[in-house]
Protein backbone atom coordinates (compact mmCIF):
# COMPACT_ATOMS: atom_id res chain seq x y z
CA UNK A 1 0.00 0.00 0.00
CA UNK A 2 1.25 3.00 -1.51
CA UNK A 3 1.07 6.79 1.38
CA UNK A 4 -1.37 7.62 -0.21
CA UNK A 5 -3.62 4.39 0.14
CA UNK A 6 -2.48 4.17 3.77
CA UNK A 7 -3.36 7.38 4.44
CA UNK A 8 -6.63 7.57 2.89
CA UNK A 9 -7.28 4.17 4.55
CA UNK A 10 -6.44 5.58 7.91
CA UNK A 11 -9.07 8.94 6.90
CA UNK A 12 -11.72 6.69 6.08
CA UNK A 13 -11.84 5.04 9.47
CA UNK A 14 -12.28 8.32 11.51
CA UNK A 15 -15.29 9.68 12.33
CA UNK A 16 -16.69 12.88 10.33
CA UNK A 17 -13.39 12.52 8.10
CA UNK A 18 -14.74 9.33 6.29
CA UNK A 19 -16.21 11.43 3.28
CA UNK A 20 -13.49 13.49 2.42
CA UNK A 21 -13.18 14.25 -1.37
CA UNK A 22 -10.58 12.84 -2.86
CA UNK A 23 -8.90 16.41 -3.80
CA UNK A 24 -8.04 16.81 -0.16
CA UNK A 25 -7.25 13.71 1.14
CA UNK A 26 -4.30 13.91 -1.77
CA UNK A 27 -3.34 16.98 -0.33
CA UNK A 28 -3.14 15.70 3.39
CA UNK A 29 -1.29 12.75 2.10
CA UNK A 30 1.14 14.46 0.04
CA UNK A 31 2.13 15.87 3.58
CA UNK A 32 1.87 13.64 5.79
CA UNK A 33 4.73 11.28 7.06
CA UNK A 34 4.34 7.98 9.71
CA UNK A 35 6.24 7.78 11.79
CA UNK A 36 6.83 4.54 14.78
CA UNK A 37 6.95 5.84 18.93
CA UNK A 38 7.51 2.64 21.25
CA UNK A 39 5.94 2.21 24.57
CA UNK A 40 6.59 5.48 27.01
CA UNK A 41 7.85 7.20 23.87
CA UNK A 42 6.26 11.04 23.96
CA UNK A 43 4.75 12.46 20.67
CA UNK A 44 4.66 15.70 21.99
CA UNK A 45 4.42 17.74 25.22
CA UNK A 46 2.26 20.88 26.56
CA UNK A 47 3.14 24.00 26.25
CA UNK A 48 5.45 23.04 22.96
CA UNK A 49 4.44 25.30 19.45
CA UNK A 50 1.38 23.42 18.00
CA UNK A 51 3.00 22.84 14.49
CA UNK A 52 1.63 19.44 13.42
CA UNK A 53 -1.95 17.25 13.58
CA UNK A 54 -1.69 13.44 14.19
CA UNK A 55 -3.75 10.54 13.05
CA UNK A 56 -3.24 7.79 15.41
CA UNK A 57 -3.02 4.74 12.89
CA UNK A 58 -2.07 1.97 15.32
CA UNK A 59 -1.84 1.31 18.91
CA UNK A 60 -2.82 3.62 22.06
CA UNK A 61 -1.93 6.98 23.06
CA UNK A 62 -2.87 8.93 26.18
CA UNK A 63 -3.04 12.76 26.55
CA UNK A 64 -2.65 14.04 29.70
CA UNK A 65 -1.98 17.68 31.79
CA UNK A 66 0.22 18.58 34.82
CA UNK A 67 -2.06 20.05 37.40
CA UNK A 68 -0.81 23.20 38.93
CA UNK A 69 0.01 21.32 41.98
CA UNK A 70 2.15 18.91 39.97
CA UNK A 71 -0.24 16.07 39.74
CA UNK A 72 -0.99 14.16 36.10
CA UNK A 73 -4.14 14.30 34.79
CA UNK A 74 -5.63 11.86 31.88
CA UNK A 75 -7.33 13.90 29.47
CA UNK A 76 -7.77 11.30 27.10
CA UNK A 77 -6.90 8.05 26.09
CA UNK A 78 -7.34 7.30 22.15
CA UNK A 79 -7.28 4.23 20.09
CA UNK A 80 -6.96 3.83 16.55
CA UNK A 81 -7.99 5.58 14.16
CA UNK A 82 -8.19 9.21 15.76
CA UNK A 83 -6.72 12.89 15.11
CA UNK A 84 -5.16 14.62 17.92
CA UNK A 85 -3.61 18.01 18.27
CA UNK A 86 -5.80 19.61 16.44
CA UNK A 87 -6.96 21.56 19.09
CA UNK A 88 -4.28 23.30 19.57
CA UNK A 89 -3.51 24.01 15.91
CA UNK A 90 -6.70 25.97 15.51
CA UNK A 91 -7.05 27.87 18.24
CA UNK A 92 -3.27 29.02 17.73
CA UNK A 93 -1.90 27.79 21.47
CA UNK A 94 0.49 25.48 22.30
CA UNK A 95 -0.71 21.80 23.15
CA UNK A 96 -2.64 21.69 25.90
CA UNK A 97 -1.41 17.98 26.90
CA UNK A 98 0.73 15.50 26.82
CA UNK A 99 0.88 12.40 24.34
CA UNK A 100 2.62 9.50 25.50
CA UNK A 101 2.20 6.03 23.11
CA UNK A 102 0.63 3.17 25.73
CA UNK A 103 2.28 1.07 23.69
CA UNK A 104 3.79 0.42 19.83
CA UNK A 105 2.76 3.34 18.26
CA UNK A 106 2.39 4.57 14.31
CA UNK A 107 0.86 8.10 13.54
CA UNK A 108 0.80 9.99 10.95
CA UNK A 109 2.15 13.25 11.56
CA UNK A 110 0.40 16.35 9.10
CA UNK A 111 1.99 20.17 9.40
CA UNK A 112 -0.67 22.44 10.62
CA UNK A 113 0.00 24.89 7.88
CA UNK A 114 -1.27 21.63 5.34
CA UNK A 115 -4.84 21.36 7.23
CA UNK A 116 -4.76 25.13 7.92
CA UNK A 117 -4.95 26.12 4.00
CA UNK A 118 -7.62 23.35 3.96
CA UNK A 119 -9.95 24.72 6.11
CA UNK A 120 -10.99 27.88 4.08
CA UNK A 121 -11.03 26.13 0.94
CA UNK A 122 -13.06 23.20 1.22
CA UNK A 123 -16.12 23.71 3.37
CA UNK A 124 -16.82 20.18 3.51
CA UNK A 125 -13.62 19.64 5.32
CA UNK A 126 -14.05 22.95 7.23
CA UNK A 127 -18.15 21.14 8.31
CA UNK A 128 -15.97 17.72 9.39
CA UNK A 129 -13.17 19.53 11.70
CA UNK A 130 -16.20 21.68 13.85
CA UNK A 131 -18.07 18.46 14.24
CA UNK A 132 -14.81 16.87 15.25
CA UNK A 133 -14.07 19.75 17.45
CA UNK A 134 -17.69 19.74 18.34
CA UNK A 135 -17.71 15.65 20.18
CA UNK A 136 -14.01 17.12 21.68
CA UNK A 137 -15.95 20.08 23.40
CA UNK A 138 -18.80 17.03 24.52
CA UNK A 139 -15.86 14.95 25.71
CA UNK A 140 -14.53 17.48 28.05
CA UNK A 141 -17.83 18.67 29.57
CA UNK A 142 -17.99 15.03 30.69
CA UNK A 143 -14.79 14.80 31.82
CA UNK A 144 -15.61 18.49 34.46
CA UNK A 145 -18.71 16.73 35.21
CA UNK A 146 -16.99 13.50 36.34
CA UNK A 147 -14.29 15.05 37.91
CA UNK A 148 -16.22 17.95 39.72
CA UNK A 149 -19.68 15.62 40.82
CA UNK A 150 -18.80 12.22 41.00
CA UNK A 151 -17.01 10.32 43.97
CA UNK A 152 -14.08 8.10 42.53
CA UNK A 153 -16.47 5.57 42.48
CA UNK A 154 -18.71 6.60 40.56
CA UNK A 155 -15.88 7.31 37.71
CA UNK A 156 -14.53 4.22 38.30
CA UNK A 157 -17.66 2.58 37.65
CA UNK A 158 -18.10 4.57 34.47
CA UNK A 159 -14.87 3.97 32.82
CA UNK A 160 -15.24 0.22 33.39
CA UNK A 161 -18.65 0.34 31.97
CA UNK A 162 -16.89 2.40 28.72
CA UNK A 163 -14.02 0.05 28.31
CA UNK A 164 -16.44 -3.09 28.41
CA UNK A 165 -15.82 -6.01 25.62
CA UNK A 166 -17.77 -8.80 25.61
CA UNK A 167 -15.47 -12.12 26.08
CA UNK A 168 -17.04 -15.60 26.58
CA UNK A 169 -20.18 -14.46 27.66
CA UNK A 170 -18.77 -12.21 30.25
CA UNK A 171 -18.14 -8.43 30.41
CA UNK A 172 -14.59 -7.56 31.06
CA UNK A 173 -12.46 -4.85 31.26
CA UNK A 174 -9.25 -6.33 29.83
CA UNK A 175 -5.40 -5.31 31.55
CA UNK A 176 -3.52 -4.04 29.08
CA UNK A 177 0.14 -3.96 30.12
CA UNK A 178 -0.12 -0.81 30.38
CA UNK A 179 -3.27 -0.72 32.29
CA UNK A 180 -1.76 -0.30 35.48
CA UNK A 181 -3.54 0.90 38.52
CA UNK A 182 -0.98 3.86 38.79
CA UNK A 183 -2.15 4.47 35.08
CA UNK A 184 -5.76 4.07 36.54
CA UNK A 185 -5.73 6.37 39.00
CA UNK A 186 -4.21 8.83 36.66
CA UNK A 187 -7.02 8.42 34.19
CA UNK A 188 -9.40 8.63 37.21
CA UNK A 189 -7.88 12.03 38.83
CA UNK A 190 -6.87 10.57 42.25
CA UNK A 191 -4.36 8.10 43.32
CA UNK A 192 -3.18 4.58 43.70
CA UNK A 193 -4.50 4.30 47.33
CA UNK A 194 -7.92 5.87 46.93
CA UNK A 195 -8.43 3.64 43.99
CA UNK A 196 -7.13 0.48 45.61
CA UNK A 197 -10.00 1.30 47.64
CA UNK A 198 -12.43 2.68 45.56
CA UNK A 199 -11.98 -1.09 43.60
CA UNK A 200 -12.54 -3.05 46.83
CA UNK A 201 -15.57 -1.24 47.51
CA UNK A 202 -17.01 -2.03 44.26
CA UNK A 203 -15.66 -5.87 44.59
CA UNK A 204 -17.07 -6.02 48.16
CA UNK A 205 -20.33 -5.08 47.04
CA UNK A 206 -19.94 -7.77 44.36
CA UNK A 207 -20.11 -5.49 41.52
CA UNK A 208 -16.78 -6.69 39.77
CA UNK A 209 -14.19 -9.54 40.49
CA UNK A 210 -10.65 -7.77 39.79
CA UNK A 211 -8.32 -10.72 38.28
CA UNK A 212 -4.74 -10.60 36.78
CA UNK A 213 -5.60 -10.12 33.24
CA UNK A 214 -8.44 -8.68 33.23
CA UNK A 215 -11.56 -6.87 35.65
CA UNK A 216 -15.20 -8.84 35.58
CA UNK A 217 -18.10 -6.69 35.35
CA UNK A 218 -20.36 -9.22 37.59
CA UNK A 219 -23.04 -6.83 37.67
CA UNK A 220 -23.09 -3.95 34.89
CA UNK A 221 -26.92 -2.42 35.70
CA UNK A 222 -25.59 -2.13 39.57
CA UNK A 223 -22.51 -0.48 38.38
CA UNK A 224 -24.27 1.77 35.94
CA UNK A 225 -26.40 2.47 39.42
CA UNK A 226 -22.95 3.75 41.19
CA UNK A 227 -22.04 5.82 38.37
CA UNK A 228 -24.82 8.00 38.31
CA UNK A 229 -24.39 8.75 41.93
CA UNK B 1 -10.03 37.67 26.99
CA UNK B 2 -7.81 36.06 24.59
CA UNK B 3 -4.22 36.83 24.63
CA UNK B 4 -3.05 38.99 21.47
CA UNK B 5 -0.66 37.76 18.91
CA UNK B 6 1.53 40.38 19.88
CA UNK B 7 1.73 40.08 23.49
CA UNK B 8 3.66 36.85 24.41
CA UNK B 9 2.43 35.23 27.08
CA UNK B 10 4.33 34.18 30.08
CA UNK B 11 4.33 30.61 29.18
CA UNK B 12 5.90 31.24 25.79
CA UNK B 13 8.34 33.56 27.32
CA UNK B 14 9.50 30.87 30.05
CA UNK B 15 10.11 28.12 27.16
CA UNK B 16 12.30 30.62 24.67
CA UNK B 17 14.38 31.43 28.55
CA UNK B 18 14.86 27.43 28.92
CA UNK B 19 15.62 26.90 25.60
CA UNK B 20 18.43 29.60 25.59
CA UNK B 21 19.62 28.07 28.71
CA UNK B 22 20.15 24.90 27.18
CA UNK B 23 21.37 26.35 24.10
CA UNK B 24 23.99 27.78 25.75
CA UNK B 25 25.24 24.74 27.89
CA UNK B 26 27.93 22.62 26.06
CA UNK B 27 26.53 19.65 27.54
CA UNK B 28 22.86 20.11 26.28
CA UNK B 29 23.59 22.74 23.33
CA UNK B 30 23.40 20.19 20.69
CA UNK B 31 20.72 17.95 21.65
CA UNK B 32 17.39 17.66 19.92
CA UNK B 33 14.87 18.12 22.55
CA UNK B 34 11.55 19.23 23.11
CA UNK B 35 10.09 21.89 25.05
CA UNK B 36 7.58 22.75 26.25
CA UNK B 37 5.72 25.68 29.39
CA UNK B 38 2.94 25.35 30.69
CA UNK B 39 1.36 27.02 33.98
CA UNK B 40 5.28 28.28 34.63
CA UNK B 41 6.13 24.00 34.33
CA UNK B 42 8.89 23.09 32.23
CA UNK B 43 8.07 19.66 30.19
CA UNK B 44 11.37 18.11 28.74
CA UNK B 45 11.46 15.26 26.16
CA UNK B 46 13.87 13.72 23.84
CA UNK B 47 16.31 11.51 23.83
CA UNK B 48 20.09 11.83 25.18
CA UNK B 49 22.88 9.59 25.60
CA UNK B 50 23.03 9.52 29.31
CA UNK B 51 21.68 10.57 32.74
CA UNK B 52 24.21 12.96 33.71
CA UNK B 53 23.08 15.21 30.59
CA UNK B 54 19.01 14.10 31.55
CA UNK B 55 20.10 15.37 34.71
CA UNK B 56 22.08 18.64 33.39
CA UNK B 57 19.15 19.60 31.22
CA UNK B 58 16.51 19.42 34.01
CA UNK B 59 18.78 21.68 36.41
CA UNK B 60 19.55 24.12 33.83
CA UNK B 61 15.63 24.20 32.81
CA UNK B 62 14.94 24.65 37.07
CA UNK B 63 17.70 27.47 37.21
CA UNK B 64 15.46 29.54 34.35
CA UNK B 65 13.56 32.33 36.34
CA UNK B 66 9.65 31.62 36.47
CA UNK B 67 10.06 28.02 36.43
CA UNK B 68 7.89 26.54 39.12
CA UNK B 69 8.80 22.71 38.13
CA UNK B 70 10.47 20.54 35.04
CA UNK B 71 8.48 17.41 34.39
CA UNK B 72 11.67 15.38 32.69
CA UNK B 73 10.61 13.06 30.09
CA UNK B 74 13.68 12.67 28.46
CA UNK B 75 15.35 9.25 27.70
CA UNK B 76 18.44 8.16 28.70
CA UNK B 77 20.14 4.84 29.57
CA UNK B 78 18.19 3.94 32.85
CA UNK B 79 16.22 6.50 33.23
CA UNK B 80 12.37 6.22 34.89
CA UNK B 81 10.42 5.45 32.43
CA UNK B 82 7.63 6.78 32.00
CA UNK B 83 8.66 9.46 34.11
CA UNK B 84 5.79 11.51 35.74
CA UNK B 85 7.00 12.70 38.71
CA UNK B 86 8.14 16.50 39.78
CA UNK B 87 9.55 18.24 42.27
CA UNK B 88 7.75 21.76 42.72
CA UNK B 89 9.82 24.77 43.52
CA UNK B 90 7.87 26.87 44.32
CA UNK B 91 4.09 26.20 45.33
CA UNK B 92 1.10 27.04 42.53
CA UNK B 93 -0.25 31.09 42.32
CA UNK B 94 -3.82 31.78 41.59
CA UNK B 95 -3.06 34.92 39.73
CA UNK B 96 -2.04 33.41 35.77
CA UNK B 97 -2.72 32.61 32.03
CA UNK B 98 -4.04 29.21 32.71
CA UNK B 99 -7.12 29.63 31.29
CA UNK B 100 -6.31 31.00 28.10
CA UNK B 101 -3.86 28.12 28.07
CA UNK B 102 -7.08 25.37 27.33
Not at chain 1, 60 to 79: D, I, N, S, Y
Request: overall charge negative; glycine content about 6%.
Amino acid sequence: MNNFDQIKNALQRIRHLNDLPDEIQQRIAASATLRHFDTGQIIYVEGEPAESIYILEAGWVKATRMTREGREQAMMFLRPVEMFGDIAVFTGTTYPGTVVALEAVDVWIIPAKTILDLIPRYPTFAAAVIRHLGERVLHYISLVEDLSLRSVEARLANTLLRNAELHEGQLIVPRHEWTTFDEMAVRLGTVRDVLGRALKTLEAEGLLRVQKQAIILLDPKGLEERGSL
Amino acid sequence: MMMSETTPNPDEQLRTRIIQALMLDERTAALDLRVGALNGIAHLAGTVASLDVRDAAQELAECVRGVRGVVNRIEAPGAPSPSRNIRLLFPPVQEDNDMENK
